[in-house]
T-cell receptor, first 116, second 109 residues
Framework: NAGVTQTPKFQVLKTGQSMTLQCAQD?????MYWYRQDPGMGLRLIYY???????DKGEVPNGYNVSRLNKREFSLRLESAAPSQTSVYFC???????????????FGPGTRLTVL | QKEVEQNSGPLSVPEGAIASLNCTYSDRGSQSFFWYRQYSGKSPELIMFIYSNGDKEDGRFTAQLNKASQYVSLLIRDSQPSDSATYLCAVKGNNRLAFGKGNQVVVIP
């Protein structure tokens, strides 16, 4: 099992360019999440999907869109990248639907994005 | 008040000593509490979770939860150089995890 995979590992964009970060999990998990991690800010939730076909905003959704393509895949799109979106992006998945008592999340390796 | 607060680090401990990390949270309705370890340049990995008041032990790690005082702590016994990492406290509430900023631990051989 690969667990949670993310592509690409690194990306450099110019301001205004668009891109999609891909995430896939092979653990048959119901819930998937996108976070960003910035120095001094900790992990912040961008969007999550409690189950296939549903998505919800997290703490910092502005400038992003997501698609839960199927149970395995959850993509994050930046339509018009800005320097403030320079960050490390982590995808995570968990077995329980959001709201269950235990909700252990497993993280992918991350994507380091720089917007110039 | 931030949702999840971890006291600022870094924490330096000699090899073999006990490292103690604390975390406080603001939402009294929080149900589950997690400790993740993150090595530099890597993704967070789960150490343990706890959801009942009291202590929970897993190997050299002990999590302690006090819901009345709204804090959760992590003890690392017999600290090893491989324990040098950033430790993230996470609290489950409102269908999502809220993370603290993390505490860096440096184990000195």
């Amino acid at each position: 099992n690969a667990g949670v995979t993310q592509t690409p590992k690194f990306q450099v964009l110019k301001t205004g360019q668009s891109m999609t970060l891909q995430c896939a999990q092979d653990m048959n998990h119901n819930s998937m999440y996108w976070y960003r991690q910035d120095p001094g800010m900790g992990l912040r939730l961008i969007y999550y999907s409690a189950s296939e076909g549903t998505t919800d905003k997290g703490e910092v959704p502005n400038g992003y869109n997501v698609s839960r393509l199927n149970k395995r895949e959850f993509s994050l799109r930046l339509e018009s990248a800005a320097p403030s979106q320079t960050s490390v992006y982590f995808c995570a998945s968990s077995e329980a639907p959001a709201g269950e008592h235990t909700d252990t999340q497993y993280f992918g390796p991350g994507t380091r994005l720089t917007v110039l | 008040q931030k949702e999840v607060e971890q006291n600022s680090g870094p924490l330096s401990v000699p090899e073999g000593a006990i490292a103690s990390l604390n975390c406080t949270y603001s939402d009294r309705g929080s149900q589950s509490f997690f400790w993740y370890r993150q090595y530099s340049g890597k993704s967070p990995e789960l150490i343990m979770f706890i959801y009942s008041n009291g202590d929970k032990e897993d190997g050299r790690f002990t999590a302690q939860l006090n819901k009345a005082s709204q804090y959760v702590s992590l003890l690392i016994r017999d600290s090893q150089p491989s324990d040098s990492a950033t430790y993230l406290c996470a609290v489950k509430g409102n269908n999502r995890l809220a993370f603290g900023k993390g505490n860096q631990v440096v184990v000195i051989p």
